[in-house]
């Protein structure tokens, strides 16, 4: 016996099909379109916005690359000289 499979999502998304994905509100996602950090087309005779599937998990995957760095960053900011070079021997 089979399993009754799920449906797969289709090639595009609407804005609030991409806010529920991400936790966020439509106006939110309105706003990562509008600034371009979220790449979207306009389709349709009223220009209505979609988010490609690949263009999503794209921008899901940058931003858990940038929190990465950010955290480096950080770390690298509060380390010590010590802890970054390790104790040297004054040379007599």
Partial sequence: MTEPSTPQPGRF???TDVAEVLALTAAEVVALVRSGELPAIRLGAIGQWR???AVLESFIADKYDEAR???LWNEAQSASVT???GERRSRR
């Fill in 13 to 15: 998304l609407t804005l």
């Fill in 51 to 53: 988010v490609e599937h």
């Fill in 69 to 71: 760095r950010m955290a």
């Fill in 83 to 85: 802890e970054l070079f």
